[in-house]
């Protein structure tokens, strides 16, 4: 069974969706959490299921050869789930089309450096979008650059506040996420 690691900094709602997927179905084991944030709520939910987790701490990722840690572990492919740290090369090179990242808008537009959370759906209703929606894309050496392998949209009210459009865009990730992850594995 092929084994991930989910890299996540926030809350980790994508990242239990992950986890109940495949919990459910045995199609694939999450084998790691890694975060960059001892408060992140996916720390919580790595301890409740059992999956061992890995804090990183300042500049570790980039010092420690951190690929060396995913080999060690036969890590055979990693999801980026609102992560918010750049992917040194090591990680990139060994893993080539095996690390794919959620966006949480219609990429190629509001994607980019401080393109992450609130700011994407502030942006997009600021610019009076009618519809936004989420990428899954591969991870190269830019930030939201890889190539994209699926998205999925969802309509704007003109009444739609940011917290309107995240929550909707929220949705789909939840939706979608976890199958396309089965899909690309399988
Ligand atoms: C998601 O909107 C994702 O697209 C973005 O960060 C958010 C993470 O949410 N990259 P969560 O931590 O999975 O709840």
Redesign the pocket.
């Known amino acids: 069974m092929k084994k991930i690691a989910i890299f ?10 992950i986890i109940n997927h495949f919990e459910r179905n045995g199609t694939v084991e999450v084998a790691l959490i890694v975060s960059n944030d001892t408060d ?3 720390v919580v939910r790595a301890e409740t299921h059992d999956i061992p987790f890995y804090i990183l701490n300042k500049g570790e990722l980039e010092e420690l050869e951190f690929s060396l840690v995913l080999e060690a572990l036969e890590i055979d492919f990693v999801v ?5 740290k750049k992917i040194p090369s090591d990680i990139i090179e060994m893993y080539p089309n095996k690390i794919v ?5 219609l990429l190629p537009n509001y994607g980019g450096k401080g393109m ?2 609130s700011n ?1 759906h502030k942006a997009v209703v600021a610019a009076r979008e009618k519809e936004s929606g ?1 990428t899954i894309h591969y991870v190269n050496a830019n930030y939201d650059e890889g190539s994209i392998i699926e998205q999925h949209k969802t309509e704007l009210l003109p009444t739609d506040t940011a917290e309107d459009c ?1 929550r909707k ?2 949705a789909l ?2 939706k979608f996420f976890a199958i396309c992850i089965e899909k690309l594995l399988n």
């Open positions: 996540a900094s926030g809350g980790g709602s994508n990242a239990q969706e992140s709520g996916v980026l789930a609102g992560f918010l990242n959620i966006h949480p808008a992450y959370g994407v989420m995240a865009v929220l990730e939840h």
